[in-house]
C-alpha cells in the first residue's frame, strides 16, 4: 500500500477499491442473470424466438411494440429474464458515482475546492443521465 | 510509428473471474444452440405486446447471438493486438454485418466499452499510471458532452447516423495510420490552469524501472476537444480512446503510457453518462449486450497471452483494414447505396 500510495493519491486509491468492489459485484449478476435468461430459467418479457424481429426495429419503435417503459420503468420487469439482466447493468453503469461520491469528502477534507467542485458536478451530471429525465426520440 | 491506445499492463488478468467467464462463454454457447427444442414451450407475446411471427429468415434466433459470442470473441483478441479499444471495432462492424439495429448495436458498443474500462481501471489507477487528477476535469466536460451525442444519436434519423459514423471510422483509419505518438513529450511549463489543478504526477516506468515525473500543458485546448470527442463517443458508441490519446500525449503532453491508461480509465465516466441514455431510451437488449461484453473481455484475456507472439505490426494493418470495410460499409449504407 505504501508503494501505491507513492504513485497514486489517497483519493485515487479510494476510487480504485470502491471501482474494482463496483464492478466485479456488477459482472457476477450480469453474469448469472444472463445465464438464468438463456436458459430459460426465468421467463423473458419478450419470446426468445421473437427477438430477430425486434432487434431489427428503432428503440424506440422496440419500446413501443413490446410495451416497455422508458427510463427505470424497467424496473417493474425485472422479474422477468430480459430484464433481470437490467440490475447487473444498472450496477456497473453506477459505480463511477458511487466512486465520485466516496472521494468527494476527500477533496473536501483537503481545501481541494477546484476538484471538490469537479467531483460534485459530476456527479449531477451523472445522475441528470441516469435520472431518465432526459426524453427524446425519432 | 503509429497510434497505440490499448492500456496493455491493464488488461484483466486470468484468474476466478476468468474462469467465470469462460464458463459462461461455454454455458451460453451450450444453452443458445440447445434452445431451439424448446422453443415449442416459449409463451406467445404478452398481452400490449405486439404479436410477430416467429420465423426470422437466415439464421434461427440464436444463431445470431452465438454468432456475435464468437465475432466479438475474436475482435477481443485483435483489439488487445493491434493497440485499440474493442468499442471502436465492435459498432462498425456488428452495425454493419449484423442484422441488429444500430440503436441497440450502440448501446452494445457502450456497455463494452464501459466494461472494458471498469475491469482496467482499479489497476490503472492503482498502479499510477491512470490519474484522476488529469482525467477528472477532462471527464466531465467529455461526459456531459456524451449525453448531448447520445440524445442527438438517438434523435437524429439512422441513415444520417450510419453516414456520419462512416466518415468518423474512415477519419479514425486515417488517424491510426498517419498519427504519431510520443512517448515523453517535452512540456517546457506547466500552463496556468493545470498548475492551478495541480495537474501532474509521477509513475514508474516498468522497463527502465525509473519514475517519470510529468506535467501538462495546452489544458484549454484540451477541454475544448474534449467537448467533440464527448459529443462522438455518445453518438456512436465507439468508446473514445482512439481520439482521447492523442490529445492527452500529443496536445496535451502528457508522456504515452499516463495518456493510454487515464484514457482507458475514462471511459469508464464518459461511456457511463452516455449509456445512461441508451438504457433510459430502451436502447440495450440483453441479448446482444450481455454476449458482447463476454466475448470481447475474453478474447481480450487471449489477446494478451498471444502478444508475445503475435505480430503486433500485421494485426495493426488487419485492424486498419477492418475498419477500412466496416466504415465504408456504414458510409454506403448511410447513403443507401449498400443497403
Known amino acids: ?138 | 510509428m503509429l497510434l497505440n491506445d490499448a492500456p496493455r499492463p491493464a488488461k484483466p488478468r486470468p484468474g476466478l473471474f476468468g474462469l467465470i467467464s469462460i464458463l459462461t462463454f461455454i454455458l451460453t454457447a451450450a444453452a443458445l444452440m440447445a434452445s431451439e427444442p424448446a422453443l415449442a414451450q416459449v409463451p406467445s407475446a404478452p398481452e400490449g405486446m405486439v404479436a410477430l411471427p416467429a420465423e426470422a429468415g437466415g439464421l434461427p434466433w440464436w444463431g445470431w447471438p452465438l454468432l456475435l459470442l464468437v465475432v466479438t470473441f475474436v475482435l477481443g483478441i485483435v483489439a488487445v493486438l493491434g493497440g485499440v479499444g474493442g468499442g471502436v471495432l465492435f459498432v462498425p462492424i456488428v452495425g454493419g454485418f449484423f442484422p441488429f439495429h444500430l440503436d441497440f448495436v450502440r448501446g452494445a458498443g457502450l456497455l463494452v466499452a464501459l466494461a472494458g474500462a471498469l475491469a482496467a481501471g482499479p489497476e490503472l489507477l492503482r498502479s499510477g499510471m491512470a490519474s484522476l487528477r488529469l482525467a477528472l476535469p477532462l471527464a466531465l466536460i467529455a461526459s456531459a458532452s456524451a449525453i448531448v451525442g447520445a440524445m442527438m444519436g438517438l434523435a437524429l434519423p439512422t441513415n444520417v447516423v450510419n453516414t456520419a459514423l462512416g466518415v468518423t471510422i474512415l477519419g479514425i483509419v486515417v488517424l491510426m495510420w498517419a498519427a504519431k505518438k510520443s512517448e515523453y513529450p517535452e512540456v517546457p511549463k506547466a500552463d496556468p490552469l493545470s498548475s492551478m489543478l495541480r495537474i501532474h504526477g509521477i509513475y514508474r516506468e516498468g522497463s527502465t524501472g525509473k519514475d517519470i515525473d510529468w506535467r501538462v500543458h495546452r489544458t484549454p485546448g484540451g477541454l475544448a476537444l474534449f467537448v467533440v470527442i464527448g459529443v462522438m463517443a455518445g453518438m456512436f458508441g465507439l468508446g473514445a480512446g482512439w481520439a482521447n490519446v492523442p490529445v492527452l500525449n500529443l496536445l496535451m503532453g502528457a508522456p504515452l503510457k499516463v495518456s493510454v491508461a487515464t484514457s482507458k480509465f475514462m471511459l469508464s465516466i464518459v461511456d457511463t453518462s452516455a449509456a445512461w441514455v441508451y438504457i433510459n431510451q430502451g436502447a440495450v437488449l440483453a441479448m446482444i449486450t450481455i454476449p458482447s461484453v463476454i466475448g470481447i473481455m475474453l478474447g481480450s484475456m487471449l489477446g494478451v497471452r498471444l502478444l508475445k507472439v503475435a505480430n503486433a505490426a500485421l494485426v495493426r494493418k488487419i485492424v486498419i483494414g477492418m475498419l477500412l470495410l466496416a466504415g465504408s460499409r456504414a458510409l454506403l449504407k448511410g447513403l443507401g447505396i449498400w443497403a
Open chain 1, 1 to 138: 500500500m505504501e508503494k501505491q500510495h507513492q504513485y497514486a493519491s489517497e483519493e485515487q486509491v479510494v476510487y480504485a477499491k470502491i471501482l474494482d468492489a463496483g464492478m466485479k459485484l456488477g459482472f457476477v449478476i450480469v453474469v448469472v442473470s444472463f445465464v438464468l435468461y438463456v436458459f430459460g430459467f426465468v421467463t423473458p418479457h419478450v419470446p426468445v424466438e421473437q427477438l430477430p424481429h425486434y432487434w431489427t426495429l428503432s428503440a424506440q419503435e422496440y419500446l413501443a411494440a413490446t410495451n416497455v417503459p422508458t427510463g427505470w420503468g424497467w424496473l417493474s420487469l425485472a422479474g422477468k429474464g430480459d430484464y433481470l439482466n437490467f440490475i447487473g447493468i444498472a450496477i456497473l453503469s453506477l459505480v463511477t458515482v458511487v466512486c465520485y461520491l466516496r472521494i468527494l469528502p476527500i477533496f473536501a477534507k483537503g481545501g481541494d475546492k477546484a476538484f471538490t467542485a469537479i467531483a460534485a458536478v459530476e456527479v449531477l451530471v451523472l445522475v441528470l443521465a441516469a435520472s431518465g429525465i432526459l426524453v427524446i426520440g425519432h
